[in-house]
């Protein structure tokens, strides 16, 4: 499986990431896990993000409705 590059990089700086997805650092704070649900790396003190992770969030949140999966079947 190849990475996934954005801009050359393997992993994207939380301001990175929240430009990427267009939200604000704050948003992306607060949307990363434990807090939320976007998972992310520490290299030391710093908050990093693979850009796979963020696509495979932003695809979750396409099968969300009102906090719960899409029922295919109504």
Not at 34 to 58: E, Q
């Amino acid at each position: 499986m190849t990475p996934e590059l954005i801009d050359g990089k393997l992993l994207l700086s939380q301001r990175e990431a929240a430009k990427a997805l267009g939200i604000c650092p704050k948003s992306l704070y607060n949307r990363t896990a434990p807090r939320g649900d976007i998972l992310c790396v520490k290299i030391g003190s710093r908050v990093m993000y693979d850009p796979r992770d963020l696509t495979a969030w932003i695809d979750a949140q396409k099968n969300m409705k009102d906090g719960g999966l899409i029922d295919d079947a109504t």
